[in-house]
T-cell receptor
Framework: AQSVTQLGSHVSVSEGALVLLRCNYS??????LFWYVQYPNQGLQLLLK??????LVKGINGFEAEFKKSETSFHLTKPSAHMRDAAEYFC???????????FGAGTRLTVKP | DAGVTQSPTHLIKTRGQQVTLRCSPK?????VSWYQQALGQGPQFIFQ???????QRGNFPDRFSGHQFPNYSSELNVNALLLGDSALYLC?????????????FGAGSRLTVL
């Protein structure tokens, strides 16, 4: 069964600083990997997805993630944080044959002015 | 184009009661998945419906049951409510259950059990 682990339940950065949110996956089959964002009192919105094409995936709002099979990682980055990036971020994994996604515990990003 | 719609948005129940939550998938989507998100945690997979059948199920007791209708809408039923069932229940839809297909989420139904 597939699963993901997000390292760090809270990350705080200054506005304009690099954002790095960590995610490691465990899967017995080639995985599909996703990052979602959740703003307060809202559902989850897709940021980006990896489906075995390019290993560097670009998403919305300036976010990107790199799939590293050797490290079983799929970390999310953004070069320069904005105040509006403050939210909860979830990494998720699904197998190639079924999208019953499994989510990590989430990382809360705080952006300081 | 309406996305995933869920009802009700908020509800309060007491222990032992039963609850039904409803979900209408995004237009063009035929697969519905349900998730439970407790406060401060990630969404936990409950089950997935496709072609009116439960295809996959997470680690949830039989008190949690569901249904999918011919128009692809879905219901989640929880019987004999416990305090621990208090959570945000998220419905997500997709265009078939293929692993590459992205889930589109609704805003959720927040259940409080007293």
């Amino acid at each position: 069964a597939q699963s993901v682990t997000q390292l760090g339940s809270h990350v705080s950065v200054s506005e304009g600083a690099l954002v790095l949110l960590r995610c490691n996956y465990s899967s017995s089959v080639p995985p599909y990997l996703f990052w979602y964002v959740q703003y307060p009192n809202q559902g989850l919105q897709l940021l980006l997805k990896y489906t075995s094409a390019a290993t560097l995936v670009k998403g919305i709002n300036g976010f990107e993630a790199e799939f590293k099979k050797s490290e079983t990682s799929f970390h999310l980055t953004k070069p320069s944080a904005h105040m509006r990036d403050a939210a909860e971020y979830f990494c998720a994994v699904s197998a190639y044959n079924n999208n019953d996604m499994r989510f990590g515990a989430g990382t809360r990003l705080t952006v300081k002015p | 184009d309406a996305g995933v719609t869920q009802s009700p948005t908020h509800l309060i129940k007491t222990r032992g009661q039963q609850v039904t939550l409803r979900c209408s998938p995004k237009s063009g989507h035929d697969t519905v998945s349900w998730y439970q998100q407790a406060l401060g945690q990630g969404p936990q997979f409950i089950f997935q419906y496709y072609e009116e059948e439960e295809r996959q199920r997470g680690n949830f007791p039989d008190r949690f049951s569901g249904h999918q209708f011919p128009n692809y809408s879905s219901e989640l039923n929880v019987n004999a409510l416990l305090l621990g069932d208090s959570a945000l229940y998220l419905c997500a839809s997709s265009r078939s259950p293929s692993g590459a297909n992205v889930l589109t989420f609704g805003a959720g139904s927040r259940l409080t059990v007293l």
